[in-house]
């Protein structure tokens, strides 16, 4: 996780789509919690239900560990996207050498 830039979540669960900013989070835990602030709650289909986007004196705290898919999106600046960009450069790599 970035706690020096900007990240965004999205969260499936089987009912509701969650897709906000990620103000918090408890990472070493058997029930991971996190907490997103200018939020949408979508259904399943992806539909819009409320849209607290542009409200800042709402947050929503979510436990993950319910979760059937956790998305977090980097900052494009994000010093963890040079880490992953390296990772995926690596993995092109490995496949190379499966297939030779």
Sequence with gaps: MDNDYPMKAVIIYDDYIYEGMVHLYES????PHIVLAAYQIKNSDGTL?????DDMTKIIIL?????????????????????LK???????EFERQENS
């Design 63 to 83: 436990d993950i560990s319910y979760a059937k898919n956790v998305t977090i999106i980097y900052y494009a600046n994000s010093p963890l996207c040079m880490d």
């Design 28 to 31: 070493y835990s058997n029930n």
């Design 49 to 53: 239900k409320k849209d607290y986007s």
């Design 86 to 92: 390296n990772l995926c450069d690596f993995n092109k």
